[in-house]
């Protein structure tokens, strides 16, 4: 069963501005993955947030998890048009590759 | 980087046919693969877990003798859908997880294979 939620389930924006995700999820997890999907086309892994890690970048993306809260955030700064695309967080709770994935959100980057 | 991939990337078919996907590691070896579907603008889900040298794990609800998985070796996965249906029209993505420990959080996915049952 899908347990992530993300928000918002749209999100659109011009270029240059900044882009923030939201995930939340209801089961403990050992860490939460985040990753981008353009049309029809495979995923691309972004980023990976162990439990007991509260932030960490790579590049243009911040990704924070909040435990206690039970939920992760994907902020994407100075976006650019090609990073029109949907957005996926994954969590893998039993540290076996599965991953529940979130319904995702789709971001345009307006040029 | 790794990389996955799946064959045929898209397969029309008539209802009633078998179609089969194949998904393979080109650059690593994984123990572990993984199939997902996933319907128009919809999330992924996760239809089973496929083991090399092992009979695949599959999710509630999800019937193993209509998606059958072989894992024949460390490289290729395989999934089946036999007696194909409208309904099972979706895209299907498979990833894989190195062998290597040192990175066993991260799997990559393949690009996918659209079916369509007419």
């Known amino acids: 069963s899908q347990q992530g939620e993300e928000d918002p389930q749209a999100l659109s924006i011009q270029e240059g501005e900044n882009a923030t995700m939201n995930c939340s999820y209801k089961?403990?997890?050992?860490?939460l993955q985040w990753y981008r999907q353009n049309s029809g086309r495979g995923l691309v892994h972004l980023i990976l947030i162990r439990s007991n890690e509260r932030e960490k970048h790579s590049g243009r993306l911040r990704v924070t998890l909040d435990t206690s809260k039970k939920s992760s955030s994907l902020l994407i700064t100075a976006s650019r048009a090609a990073d029109t695309a949907s957005y996926f967080c994954?969590?893998?709770?039993?540290?076996?590759?599965?991953?529940?994935f979130g319904q995702g959100t789709t971001l345009q980057v307006k040029p | 980087g790794a990389v996955v991939s799946q064959h045929p990337s898209r397969v029309i078919c008539k209802s009633g046919t078998s179609v089969k996907i194949e998904c393979r590691s080109l650059?690593?070896?994984?123990?572990?693969m993984f199939w997902y579907r996933q319907f128009p603008k919809k999330s992924l889900m996760l239809m089973a877990t496929s083991n090399e040298g092992s009979k695949a794990t599959y999710e509630q609800g999800v019937e193993k003798d209509k998606f059958l998985i072989n894992h024949a070796s460390l490289t290729l996965s395989t999934l089946t859908v036999t007696s194909a249906h409208p309904e099972d029209s979706s895209f299907y993505i498979c990833?894989?997880?190195?062998?290597?420990?040192?990175?066993?959080?991260?799997?990559?996915f393949g690009p996918g294979t659209r079916l369509l049952v007419l």
């Open positions: 994954a969590t893998d709770s039993s540290n076996t590759g599965k991953l529940i």
């Open positions: 650059d690593f070896q994984a123990t572990t």
């Open positions: 089961t403990s997890i050992n860490n």
């Open positions: 990833s894989a997880r190195p062998l290597d420990g040192g990175h066993q959080e991260t799997q990559y």
